[in-house]
């Protein structure tokens, strides 16, 4: 049986559909570290990370931040699961600066029952969502 010459990816989140293009590769934030899938690829199922997720299509690549969930991955299809996913170009850059102020200051000024991972997971989230949304201005 040959080889796909394409992939199938499929991002969705409980509310929509993120994403659903052919492409020619894509780059995963797996919890286990980043991997790379291109056509043909083993199957496999992954958990997502916190992080920046990039598809290419040709010359083109699109980024998108996510936060966990999975990742299916077949020879010919991936299906990306995340709990949220929001593409570079409909990031709000106030709200995500907001956000990184806010994780910031519980993070300076820790109080004695405050929650130090889901503190750090927001940092983290306002981190990635900034980082993909500056992709969409750099063109």
Same mark, same amino acid.
């Given at each position: 049986?040959?080889?796909?010459?394409?992939?199938?990816?499929?991002?969705?989140?409980?509310?929509?559909?993120?994403?659903?293009? *052919?492409?020619?590769?894509?780059?995963?934030? %797996? /919890?286990?570290?980043?991997?790379?899938?291109?056509?043909?690829?083993?199957?496999?199922?992954?958990?997502?990370?916190? %992080?920046?997720?990039? +598809?290419?299509? %040709?010359?083109?690549?699109? +980024?998108?931040?996510?936060?966990?969930?999975?990742?299916?991955? *077949?020879?010919?299809?991936?299906?990306?699961?995340? *709990? #949220?996913?929001?593409?570079?170009?409909?990031?709000?850059?106030?709200?995500?600066?907001?956000?990184?102020?806010?994780?910031? %200051?519980?993070?300076?000024?820790?109080?004695?029952?405050?929650?130090?991972?889901? /503190?750090? #997971?927001?940092?983290?989230?306002?981190? #990635?969502?900034?980082?993909?949304?500056?992709?969409?201005?750099?063109?």
């Amino acid at each position: 049986m040959p080889l796909p010459d394409h992939l199938t990816l499929e991002i969705v989140t409980p509310e929509r559909a993120v994403v659903s293009e *052919q492409i020619d590769e894509v780059q995963i934030p %797996g /919890a286990e570290g980043s991997f790379g899938v291109l056509p043909g690829h083993t199957p496999l199922l992954a958990t997502l990370q916190v %992080g920046e997720l990039w +598809y290419r299509r %040709g010359q083109e690549t699109s +980024y998108v931040a996510v936060s966990f969930g999975f990742a299916e991955v *077949q020879p010919d299809r991936v299906t990306i699961l995340a *709990q #949220i996913a929001e593409s570079a170009e409909e990031i709000d850059v106030t709200r995500a600066k907001d956000a990184e102020r806010r994780a910031k %200051g519980r993070l300076d000024t820790p109080v004695l029952d405050m929650d130090f991972e889901r /503190a750090r #997971i927001a940092m983290l989230k306002s981190l #990635i969502r900034l980082r993909v949304a500056s992709r969409a201005n750099r063109g």
